[in-house]
């Protein structure tokens, strides 16, 4: 009995300096895990403040892994354990690790170089490869997007990046191109005229740059007329839509006509060919 007792003892210290370092390790868990709610909810409040909301979801990723990183570390500083070996290691275990994820290290790497370069940003239409949609969220693996027919796309940041990617929106204006096809036998003057009317009558359309009518081909059954002129980004599609709607209308107003692909096919009869190759040997 006596040997027991001593043994409790002894181990008591131990027991006492094991219980301490679990409720100092919960503790250390308990005030991460409030850091860990009041960076997230810090670096959600960038936007308000001016953060371009681009760079806001990889922020928030990098804040939040740092602050569990960090309490990690605390917790294994408090049971003893030998951090910088610990981190010697992981450094190792992290390159061999890189090797077999390399693939993913791409995608990350590829998305630092979209933040840092932003070719495109929250909100705004990109289209890479045949992928075409709004940007949603750009993260430190994926670029997530809202296409135009409502799907919700999540595309590697290294394909993005390997693309070439066209920014519809990022420019104030874009150009709008109308072709008008009147018949051969009508004026392209007063085709002209329709689209000079039509331009005059739409104040979405902006004076400068100027907008341009041209003859741009000679088709097989009419005569294109081109027109280019400008409008801001927001209106392109609404003015694109009106101006067509208006079109065929004021085309016929002035008497002009809107051809179709027509062919002329002269069919001989085989009796009256024979006829003709008879006669004329």
Known sequence: ????????????????????????????????????????????????RGVDETLIPVLETLAV??????????????????????????????????????????????GFVLLGLRPFRVGET??????LGTVRKVGLFITEMDTVDGLRVSAPNDKVWGETITNFTRNSSRRIEIIASIAYGDDIETGMKVLRNLVAEEPRLLEDPEPQYAVCALADSSVNLHLRAWAKT??????HWDFMKKLKPALEAEGLSIPFPQRELHIINSAEASHKETKSQ
Do not use: H
């Open 126 to 131: 990109i289209q890479f490869g045949s992928t």
């Open 234 to 239: 927001d209106d392109y599609w609404d003015v």
């Open 65 to 110: 892994w740092g602050t569990w990183a960090i309490g990690a570390m605390v917790v294994l500083d408090i049971f003893g354990a030998n951090t910088t070996s610990l981190v010697a290691l992981l450094g190792a275990a992290g390159l061999a690790i890189g090797f077999a994820l390399k693939d993913t290290l791409a995608c990350i790497a590829a």
């Open 1 to 48: 009995m006596q040997a027991l007792k001593e043994q409790l003892e002894a181990l008591w210290p131990v027991a006492m300096n094991i219980g301490l370092n679990i409720l100092w390790a919960l503790l250390a868990f308990f005030v991460t895990w409030v850091a860990v709610k009041l960076v997230r909810r810090s670096v959600l409040k960038l936007g308000d």
